[in-house]
Nanobody
Framework: EVRLVESGGGSVQSGGSLTLSCVVS????????MHWVRETPGRGLEWVAN????????AYGDSVEGRFTVSRDNAKRTTYLHMSNLTADDTAVYYC??????????????????????WGQGTQVTVSS
């Protein structure tokens, strides 16, 4: 059984930083892309970042580019999302997502569907101004 467990969320003031972690078990972690997605009641599911299996290729949504950094440690089966210069608009539940198929990433539409891939339980990030 594939299981993803996020941690590191919490409350922070505007301009602050947080680092989220996602530990994966039950899969060949180093063969899978990893994605970060966030959800708010108003905007729904929003893609945040991708990282390829070896960690050398990353991509970010426009709203977080330059402020967030995704990384991974395959030996620890963990992916990280370091978030800096946070604003109230970053308040959301953050999920890590692993595709079901090795070596293939999920598309934008797929990342707006919780039935695509394996999802963690989410971790709440609240940014206060």
């Amino acid at each position: 059984e594939v299981r993803l467990v996020e941690s590191g969320g919490g409350s922070v003031q505007s301009g602050g930083s947080l680092t989220l972690s996602c530990v994966v078990s039950g899969s060949t972690f180093d063969q899978h892309w990893m994605h970060w997605v966030r959800e708010t009641p108003g905007r729904g599911l929003e893609w945040v970042a991708n990282i390829n299996p070896n960690g050398l290729a990353t991509a970010y949504g426009d709203s977080v580019e330059g402020r967030f950094t995704v990384s991974r440690d395959n030996a620890k089966r963990t992916t990280y999302l370091h978030m800096s210069n946070l604003t109230a608009d970053d308040t959301a539940v953050y999920y890590c997502v692993q595709p079901r198929t090795p070596w293939l990433g999920l598309s934008g539409p797929e990342l707006r569907n919780k039935g695509s891939g394996f999802w963690g339980q989410g971790t709440q990030v609240t940014v206060s101004s």
